[in-house]
């Protein structure tokens, strides 16, 4: 019997997901069907024990639900813990397993799709909301040291005290970094999505500095303010996206896909 997957999420008509998933699937030859449903932003429980009651063996999930599916679970990795996030659940004997593997997608595109190596390096955090707190302890265990920027420094202040006297996560706010040079410069707000950039003073980047947008699919800002800048890499997030799909495919099927031919697919 076709084993059931799908992405839950709202919106979630735009997500790429069931092609990845449809093309890991074809690659490895594995018998799964893997769908996108958008539950109504009052009813994700209701939609997983919908799922679960009709034999689904596990979902990806997406805004704005991924603080919902981490307190839904009976157990937890260990980045779904720290991250207090999970965007893979696995439904086995009963229980609701919860994962994160967003902050793997990034360092998996980072380090191996960008060839750009993480240890030692200084990392500039833009954004203190969902998408900034599922990557700081990836970065952070990778030997990473964070500045995270927010309008809101409180928010970014609450990040950076779950790492208090480690001495290499810091919270600032954005005018606060006029002088301070990155070799890595992440965006994790959602500016792009009203085409806006975050108020970044000139001459951030390193020389060699990689610009990190964790949107895909447009041009932000905040890349062509990175190009401006002199970045020598620049990315956008899609390579997080196929990354992060490979870890929860591997989670569900015990079996890795190839990410490089349908990175290529996507990108084309
Ligand atoms: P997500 O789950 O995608 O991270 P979120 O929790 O709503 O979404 O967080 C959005 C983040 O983008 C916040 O850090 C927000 O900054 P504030 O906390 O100061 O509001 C940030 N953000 C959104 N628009 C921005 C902009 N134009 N410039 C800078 N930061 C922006």
Known sequence: MTDKYAVIGNPVSHSKSPLIHSLFAQQTGQDMSYEAIEAPLDGFAATIERLRAEGYKGCNVTVPFKFEAYQLCTRLGDRARDAKAANTLIFRDGEILGANTDGAGLL??????????????????????????????????????????????????????????????????????????????????????????????????????????????????????AREQGATAISDGLGMLVEQAAEAFYLWRNVRPDTKPVLEKLRA
């Open 108 to 225: 998996a595109d980072i380090e191996k799709n960008l060839g750009f190596k993480l240890m030692w390096k200084d990392a500039l955090l833009l954004g203190a909301g969902g998408a900034a707190a599922g990557v700081l302890w990836p970065l952070f265990n990778a030997g990473v040291g964070i500045v995270i920027a927010n309008r809101t420094i409180e928010k970014a202040q609450l990040l950076a005290d779950e790492f208090k006297g480690s001495g290499t996560v810091y919270a600032r706010r954005y005018d606060e970094l006029a002088g301070k040079q990155f070799d890595l410069v992440i965006n994790a707000t959602s500016s792009g999505l009203k085409d806006e950039l975050p108020p970044l003073p000139d001459g951030i980047f390193k020389p060699g500095a990689l610009a990190y947008d964790m949107m895909y699919g447009r041009e932000t800002p905040f890349l062509r303010y």
